[in-house]
């Protein structure tokens, strides 16, 4: 094992119990043996890798989120970051795959649905055999969600939606949206936004326009035009007018996956830095003898060890039931965000010629990365949030 391997993939922290280091071996072996092969291919072709998903429910990866009463593997936080920081080391988009199913489209179904919602939609989602998606972002209103123009009108015994969704994960793809839409007045931003879960039964509704990512390929990104498209009352996700709270419960939720995210691109991307750094031979050694580039590697060993301390201290905290992991998770989200691509530029950099060209991994890596800025919440969206923690204007 070199000594790479010992101080970066076999880390180990205070909190972690013989639990997290048996699913971290295992989840590693899944991602080398079944993802990893197929992640150049993926980004390559920008195919939804549908094949994949009963493999990952199997392990356990779509339903980590999911009590076992309905169908789910149920991680603690500190495990769903284990899981998708090793399924982001293999592959970004099938670790996106894996959270936004597992994740952003079950935690308003979790939290806010009823018994009746729950019992039809999650152990669906934990098998795979339904796809979901999670669609908040328009056209005009990424980082303004309260400002969102999707209606729903009230029409018979339900609604009917009319509007576009857009940059929608597995959305070309998804059988099950769940989808926010302006019930109020659009003077009553979000007191005016309502979450309903969309099944997509027939052609047309919504109809799909796939999109060309990128980074994070393969993914089944799309933009959704829903035109008179009918819903039931009793899709009506929580209480009517309440969807925006919803969906901030969910980014809040979702922004430690993400940084698990950032920090398995990170990993991936100092891996090949190091390997390169050891093969490579400039004026008669080894490029690691020269202390511009040692010096590069040991900087991006440092700011992933940070990378992890918070990402993993927000799911320490959030699984203690302390309600500051809403701060701290804005925290890691924003830090592994960026350091994630400042450690994919510097890998890039690193290989040179090679790291520019696809037949090298950090290239697409250094892609995928860039979401992690964008994602989820901006970087800019981060420091609002905690901008208005730190001056006692949101109370966590």
Same mark, same amino acid.
């Given at each position: 094992?070199?000594?790479?391997?010992?101080?970066?993939?076999?880390?180990?922290?205070?909190f972690?119990?013989?639990?997290?280091?048996?699913?971290? %071996?295992?989840?590693?072996?899944?991602?080398? %043996?079944?993802?990893?092969?197929?992640? *150049? %291919?993926?980004?390559?072709?920008?195919?939804?890798?549908?094949?994949?998903?009963?493999?990952?429910?199997?392990q356990?990866?779509?339903?980590?989120?999911?009590?076992?009463?309905?169908?789910?593997?149920r991680l603690?936080?500190?495990?769903?970051?284990?899981a998708m920081?090793?399924?982001?080391?293999?592959?970004?988009?099938?670790?996106?795959?894996?959270?936004v199913?597992?994740?952003?489209?079950v935690?308003?179904?979790?939290?806010?649905?009823?018994?009746?919602?729950?019992?039809?939609?999650?152990p669906?989602?934990?098998? +795979?055999?339904i796809?979901?998606?999670f669609?908040?972002?328009?056209?005009?209103?990424?980082?303004?969600?309260?400002?969102?123009?999707?209606?729903a009108?009230?029409?018979?015994? +339900?609604?009917?939606l009319?509007?576009? %969704?857009?940059y929608?994960?597995?959305?070309?793809?998804?059988?099950?949206?769940?989808?926010?839409?302006?019930?109020?007045r659009?003077?009553?931003?979000?007191?005016?936004?309502?979450?309903?879960?969309?099944?997509r039964?027939?052609?047309?509704?919504?109809?799909?326009s796939?999109?060309?990512?990128?980074?994070? *390929?393969?993914?089944?990104?799309?933009?959704?035009?829903?035109?008179?498209?009918?819903?039931?009352?009793?899709?009506?996700?929580?209480?009517?007018?309440?969807?925006?709270?919803?969906?901030m419960?969910?980014?809040?939720?979702?922004?430690?996956?993400?940084?698990?995210?950032?920090?398995?691109l990170?990993?991936?991307?100092?891996?090949?830095a190091?390997?390169w750094t050891?093969?490579?031979?400039?004026?008669?050694?080894?490029?690691?003898?020269?202390?511009?580039? *040692?010096?590069?590697?040991?900087?991006?060993?440092?700011?992933l060890?940070?990378?992890r301390?918070?990402?993993?201290?927000?799911?320490?905290?959030?699984?203690?039931?302390?309600?500051?992991y809403i701060?701290?998770?804005?925290?890691?989200?924003?830090?592994?965000?960026?350091k994630?691509?400042?450690?994919?530029?510097?890998?890039?950099?690193?290989?040179?010629?090679? +790291?520019?060209?696809?037949?090298?991994n950090?290239?697409?890596?250094?892609?995928d990365?860039?979401?992690?800025?964008?994602?989820?919440?901006t970087?800019?969206?981060?420091?609002?949030?905690?901008?208005?923690v730190?001056?006692?204007?949101?109370?966590?």
């Amino acid at each position: 094992m070199s000594v790479l391997s010992h101080l970066v993939l076999e880390y180990e922290l205070p909190f972690f119990t013989d639990e997290h280091k048996l699913l971290r %071996k295992s989840v590693r072996e899944f991602a080398e %043996k079944e993802v990893a092969p197929q992640a *150049r %291919k993926i980004d390559a072709t920008n195919e939804y890798p549908r094949w994949l998903l009963p493999k990952l429910a199997e392990q356990g990866l779509l339903g980590m989120n999911i009590p076992p009463e309905y169908g789910g593997s149920r991680l603690d936080s500190i495990g769903v970051v284990v899981a998708m920081e090793e399924l982001a080391r293999a592959s970004g988009s099938v670790a996106l795959i894996a959270g936004v199913q597992g994740g952003l489209a079950v935690f308003p179904i979790l939290y806010y649905g009823n018994e009746e919602q729950k019992k039809r939609y999650l152990p669906r989602l934990a098998k +795979g055999e339904i796809i979901g998606a999670f669609a908040l972002t328009e056209p005009c209103c990424g980082s303004d969600a309260a400002s969102l123009q999707l209606r729903a009108e009230r029409e018979r015994d +339900g609604f009917t939606l009319t509007g576009r %969704k857009t940059y929608i994960t597995q959305g070309a793809h998804a059988d099950l949206f769940v989808v926010f839409a302006r019930t109020g007045r659009p003077e009553d931003r979000h007191k005016g936004v309502t979450a309903f879960i969309f099944e997509r039964k027939e052609k047309g509704c919504p109809e799909v326009s796939p999109l060309e990512p990128m980074g994070f *390929r393969g993914t089944g990104t799309a933009e959704l035009k829903f035109d008179n498209c009918f819903v039931p009352s009793e899709n009506v996700l929580g209480k009517e007018g309440r969807g925006f709270e919803a969906a901030m419960f969910t980014l809040d939720e979702g922004r430690i996956g993400a940084s698990a995210v950032a920090i398995g691109l990170a990993t991936a991307a100092l891996e090949e830095a190091y390997s390169w750094t050891l093969q490579r031979e400039a004026f008669g050694r080894p490029i690691h003898q020269f202390e511009a580039v *040692r010096f590069q590697v040991v900087d991006m060993a440092v700011e992933l060890e940070a990378m992890r301390l918070l990402a993993y201290t927000a799911a320490y905290m959030k699984d203690r039931g302390d309600r500051r992991y809403i701060w701290l998770a804005s925290a890691a989200k924003l830090y592994t965000g960026i350091k994630a691509n400042e450690i994919a530029s510097a890998a890039v950099r690193m290989l040179g010629g090679l +790291g520019y060209i696809k037949e090298s991994n950090v290239e697409r890596i250094y892609r995928d990365a860039k979401l992690l800025e964008i994602g989820e919440g901006t970087n800019e969206v981060q420091r609002w949030i905690m901008g208005k923690v730190l001056y006692n204007e949101l109370f966590v």
